[in-house]
């Protein structure tokens, strides 16, 4: 929703290319996710979208429309908190500690060393092809 995948690797997405996706919905708020990235976007007619990045895994690697990576750069888990305030929202992104060690151990454990490196890291695990 707020980024675009494009040859080179992942850029955000403009205000532009973001309107033209929600198209005439009339929400003041949007709530996505999928790429793992926490972000907070505001478009002129007034909506708020909100990714609040990932609680479980903080990189990731995928192969479509082209090769590319999502990263945070930091193992922390991330959510957002997200209060009403009269006619408006008041939006915090939380990144939170926790034994990413362990969990990483647990990655490695499920034969998941790229797993492994993106809770240990919040980098994806970039391997040669």
């Known amino acids: ?28 708020l949007v709530l996505c996710g999928h790429s793992h990235i926490p972000r907070i976007v505001s478009l002129s007619r007034g909506v708020q979208i909100v990714n609040p990045g990932s609680v479980g895994l ?14 945070t750069g930091s193992p922390h888990a991330r959510y957002a908190v997200i209060d009403r305030e009269k006619d408006s929202w008041r939006i915090n992104l939380l990144a939170v500690e926790y034994d990413w060690s362990a969990a990483s151990q647990d990655a490695r454990k499920g034969n998941r060393p790229d797993w492994a490196h993106a809770l240990e890291t919040g980098y994806a695990l970039k391997t040669p092809v």
């Open 1 to 28: 929703m707020i980024e675009e995948v494009v040859e080179q690797g992942v850029i955000p997405a403009s205000a532009a290319k973001i309107a033209q996706r929600l198209g005439d919905a009339g929400q003041r």
């Open 58 to 71: 903080q990189a990731c690697d995928d192969t479509r429309p082209w090769p590319h990576y999502m990263e």
